[in-house]
């Protein structure tokens, strides 16, 4: 998930309006006889919770103004602190200090290490069932701009480690060094599936990070609902996912 971009898609940022939800039949439109050989999964938002309530609920919590986490990412939102966190270029005291300061600069004060307990979301029992039916017909992929590369992640849950080991394929800002929506990041994707753009389907909850997807030639689903968006991916897929 990109938090960097996260506040300039929810508030339209200087001079930048919300990627609109691109409707079925339109995305269909696209590539008409492609037909998909891989499905795209973004991690916080669409396979696990997204932790937008945790961040509501800690600004409620303290007394700060609502949507104050967005309001700091969507400020500078490719180079500012949490930007820097998912490409790995500064660690967690770095990130906090940092993300604190652009806090201030705004007239805010914040907590950074309770605004990162925010990211651990729970898992998604229907979205974790869609990805273990896409992999049983389909090449598939994680896309996660995380801050802590999987596998360095001490006491890992379990949990979230089995689904992880479904994709065939895991792409992790921390590991690579770039991020979502950096073209680069979906391109490297596609390289490691064996599989071109426009034979791809690709599920996230920010329309920022799809917008580079779909210009690619991927089909894309923004996912709010996860029923909706299960619904929308079984139309695509041509198969039953629930």
């Known amino acids: 998930m990109n938090w960097a971009a ?3 898609e929810a508030t ?3 001079g930048v ?3 609109p939800v ?3 039949a339109r995305l269909m439109s696209l590539h008409p006889s492609t037909v998909p050989e891989a499905v795209l999964f973004d991690f916080g938002g669409v396979i696990l919770t997204s932790p937008f309530d945790a961040f509501a609920a800690y600004e409620a919590e303290v007394g700060l103004p609502p949507d104050t986490v967005r309001r700091i990412n969507s400020t500078n939102p490719d180079t500012n602190a949490w930007a820097r966190f998912e490409r790995r270029e500064v660690d967690t005291s770095e990130f906090c200090e940092l993300f604190e300061a652009e806090a201030t600069a705004l007239g805010l004060e914040v907590d950074a290490h309770r605004i990162l307990a925010g990211l651990d979301g729970e898992l998604r029992p229907a ?3 869609t990805l273990r039916r896409c992999g049983s017909a389909f090449r598939t992929a994680l896309l996660t701009n995380n801050v802590t590369p999987l596998a360095d992640q001490e006491g890992g849950r379990s949990d979230v480690l089995e689904v ?3 994709f065939d394929v895991v792409v992790e800002s921390s590991v690579v060094g770039f991020r979502k929506p950096e073209p680069d990041f979906y391109a490297l994707a ?3 599936l064996g599989v071109e753009p426009t034979a791809c389907v690709f599920l996230d909850d920010l329309g920022v990070n799809l917008k580079p997807a779909r210009a690619m030639g991927m089909t894309t689903i923004k996912v709010g609902e996860p029923a909706t968006a299960i ?3 079984e139309q695509v897929l041509g198969i039953r996912l629930g």
Do not use: H, N, Q, S
Request: aromatic share 8%; proline share 12%; with cysteine.
């Open 127 to 129: 979205m974790v069932e």
């Open 164 to 166: 992880v080991d479904m």
């Open 190 to 192: 596609c390289e490691r």
């Open 17 to 19: 309006a919300p990627w």
């Open 22 to 24: 691109v409707p079925y």
């Open 12 to 14: 339209g940022g200087p």
């Open 6 to 8: 996260m506040g300039a």
């Open 231 to 233: 619904a929308e991916l």
